[in-house]
């Protein structure tokens, strides 16, 4: 399991822990400033990052039950997810057929030989990927295939990405991976793009998480793993967010829920900050964004 076992004498971060109906609410109740618009949520990181265990985790708490729609594997030796895919979040049986405004797509994982290119990362953050395109780590999806979208919408561009890396396995990303992953930040920054992490797999660094969710802010080496990704990657601590995903459990637990909670609340609010400084800058005096 990994050393984990100092504790700091505070924890570093404060969330609502158990009580997720104002967290839950909060994120039900968001609605972006364009009617019809969707918040799409692009999760890229290392094979084997759990990309596709956090959108179940998702849906998890959405569907108040243990949610398998994103097909997940525990083998992190190839990726799993072969095509481009969109997740959508339905409200409910009340609300057939009526779904959250934010989406998840899923790639194929960053791989140094065998992993999704960054050329298609960068394609399906401008919106030209289409759903259902399978990616070929030999080449590029190119201008005239089917799955290439010459004219894509508002809503078939990415507004948050959304970099997902396990905390086991934050010391073994290659040169390489770690290099594919600023690139397609460069890209994203470049499109004015917020991007955020979401470090999975806390409680296989740490056995006491296991026991107790709530103990993440206070263990020393979660800490350490998410100041070591950060400096490897260039995301901010105050953009990182550990999880622990849903992949032994048959029930929900009302803590892991606080954590998938807190993490896509902040998903949510970088792109309303993003926007509400594009808007400030626009109408301040020569303002041009």
Known sequence: MGGGGSFLSTAWRDIDWGDNQRAL????????????????????????AGKSSF???????????????????????????????????????????????????DIMGLDKDKGV??????????????????????????????????????NDKVHVLVC??????????????????????????????????VITKIDEVCAEIKEDVKTVYKLKAVKAKMEEL?????????CIFPVKNYHEEIDLNRDIDSLILSSLKNIIDS???????RKSQSESPGGNV
Do not use: W
């Open 25 to 48: 609410q909060y994120v039900k109740d968001y609605k972006p400033e364009i009617e019809g618009q969707e918040l799409r949520i692009l999760l890229h990181g290392p094979v084997g």
């Open 55 to 105: 959108i179940n985790s998702v849906q998890s708490v959405f569907n108040s039950r243990i949610y398998r729609q994103a097909f997940a594997d525990n083998i992190s030796h190839d990726s799993f997810t072969k095509d481009y895919k969109t997740y959508k979040i339905e409200k409910g049986p009340k609300d057939q057929n009526s779904f959250y405004p934010f989406v998840f797509n």
């Open 117 to 154: 290119l960054v050329d298609d990362v960068k394609l399906a953050l401008r919106g030209h990927v289409k759903d259902g395109y399978r990616f070929n780590p030999e080449s590029k999806l190119s201008e005239g295939d089917q799955f290439y979208n010459n004219n894509p919408t508002d």
């Open 164 to 197: 997902v890396v396990p905390a086991n396995t934050v010391s073994l990303i290659t040169d390489e991976v770690v290099q594919k992953i600023r690139e397609i930040r460069k890209e994203a920054s470049d499109l004015g793009i917020p991007q955020l992490a």
């Open 230 to 238: 950060s400096v490897k990657v260039g995301i901010p601590m105050n």
């Open 271 to 277: 792109r309303e900050d993003c926007l509400n400084y």
